[in-house]
Nanobody
Framework: VQLQASGGGLVQAGGSLRLSCAVSGRTFSSYAMGWFRQAPGKEREFVAGISQTGGTTYYADSVKGRFTISRDNAKNTVYLQMNSLKPEDTAVYYC??????????????????WGQGTQVTVSS
């Protein structure tokens, strides 16, 4: 299983970006997916998670109401729609996959697979 994140870039505060994470393999629908981010000098933190069917989602308090995680199992892709972006959202964003949803959403639990990061920079 390989994860390929894309969609990062430079945006002004208040703007929007949509990140995508394409997953190789035929078993995408077996994996819960999540987005994490790491800002310079800080630890990696959980942003959002979604169950295998998309019926259950979790968000960090800092992004609730602004970010939306979704998935398209037909396209083997998970998305993170980010609206009302703030400078403090600046970070490298990573996608992750695991067969167990709790492993995705609990930061201290190991994840089966990680994608490479995509840089999001929000200017003030």
């Amino acid at each position: 299983v390989q994860l390929q994140a894309s969609g990062g870039g430079l945006v002004q505060a208040g703007g929007s970006l949509r990140l995508s994470c394409a997953v190789s393999g035929r078993t995408f629908s077996s994996y819960a997916m999540g987005w994490f981010r790491q800002a310079p000098g800080k630890e990696r933190e959980f942003v959002a998670g979604i169950s295998q069917t998309g019926g259950t989602t979790y968000y960090a308090d800092s992004v609730k109401g602004r970010f939306t995680i979704s998935r398209d199992n037909a396209k083997n892709t998970v998305y993170l729609q980010m609206n009302s972006l703030k400078p403090e959202d600046t970070a490298v964003y990573y996608c992750a996959a695991d067969r167990i949803l709790q492993s995705v959403v609990v930061p201290t639990k190991p994840k089966a697979y990680w994608g490479q990061g995509t840089q999001v920079t929000v200017s003030s």
